[in-house]
């Protein structure tokens, strides 16, 4: 188990490419002029007294369909303030329901390879964390990201939707999602990050022998050639490469027996933020069983927003 004394002795030796924000820039210059094309279908065997649910669509980068849950309260006449959740790295996003009868609109993203994108785009799990990575011009993760902003935009186009207050949660590869997403669209005004995932490539390789990141360990043994190549690559989609970008406030979720995301990796992105954050340790606690940090989630996004105990969102 890390101790708080590991984590501040950690260095991490990703270096920021010189060119990563033009390389971003020219990826949400794509995005913006790609048709954003919304659909929304109301689903309503999923609804309740709280929400009404819809599985909505958006255009992505390379023309993928994205899809995702959108849940909007029953009650009050909006606009309301938004929580975009972006997902881990295997499962399927579920509903967020339960911000409904507090005046909360949740979105959850299915990011491409995921079940309603898998025609498309599908290199399975494992799979993803290696598709495209011998440039950063194919690396899954250019797609991916792109996904999580799409999904921002599509909380800007909609009218119920309170604009100025737009946050973000998610944990694992939810969690580096939240801090690249939260990085390269101020938008977003807040953002809470467990455990977080894609943080510090060149040390995980050496770290830790489990999955996800074990792919790239496996990739590097079947073309040990290949190796620089990937790192290069990796350091444009690291989330430490990002985290001085963002200017919202964050709040940050470490397991210190994390035996997924080593916690001096998430640290470091924590370390790198210069915004206003907090951060929150569990000790004897490991990758996703924290109990204590779906309570801490929730209360700081409540915090953020405003809200009443028994009411909704503040106007």
């Not at 004394?5 to 260095?11: A, C, G, P, S, T």
């Not at 929580?83 to 491409?112: C, H, M, S």
């Not at 996800?212 to 444009?236: G, H, I, N």
């Amino acid at each position: 188990m890390a101790t708080k004394d590991d984590l501040e002795r950690f260095r991490c030796q990703v270096t920021r490419p010189g060119d990563i924000d033009e390389f971003w820039l020219d990826v949400l210059t794509q995005l913006d002029d790609l048709a954003l094309d919304p659909r929304v279908s109301p689903v309503p065997l999923r609804s309740n007294e709280d929400v009404d649910v819809s599985l909505v669509t958006y255009r992505s980068l390379d023309g993928l369909d994205i899809s995702a849950w959108y849940c909007v309260p029953t009650q009050g006449d909006g606009p309301f303030p938004a929580v975009i959740q972006f997902p881990g790295y295997k499962g399927e996003p579920g509903l967020r329901r339960d911000w409904g009868r507090k005046g909360v609109i949740t979105i959850t993203v299915a990011v491409r390879g995921k079940l309603r994108s898998s025609q498309q785009f599908n290199p399975g799990y494992p799979g993803v964390l290696t598709h495209g990575i011998e440039s950063r011009d194919t690396y899954s993760y250019r797609g991916i990201i792109s996904d999580c902003v799409r999904g921002v935009d599509f909380l800007l186009s909609r009218a119920e939707v309170d604009t100025d207050r737009i946050y973000a949660s998610g944990s694992s590869q939810g969690g580096g999602l939240t801090l690249i997403t939260a990085a390269l669209k101020p938008e977003i005004k807040g953002g809470v990050a467990g455990y977080p995932f894609l943080c510090c490539f060149p040390e995980t390789l050496e770290m830790l022998r489990s999955y996800p990141y074990d792919e790239l360990r496996c990739y590097v043994r079947a073309w040990p050639d290949r190796k620089e190549q990937m790192l290069e690559t990796l350091s444009y989609f690291d989330a430490v490469n990002f985290v001085s970008r963002i200017e919202c406030p964050m709040a940050v979720g470490i397991a210190l027996d994390d035996e997924v995301c080593p916690p001096e990796t998430s640290y470091a992105a924590y370390a790198g933020l210069t915004c206003e954050k907090e951060l929150w340790l569990f000790p004897d606690s490991g990758h996703g069983n924290a109990h204590e940090y779906t309570a801490k989630e929730t209360a700081w996004l409540e915090g953020q927003l405003g809200l009443i105990s028994g009411q909704g969102a503040k106007p």
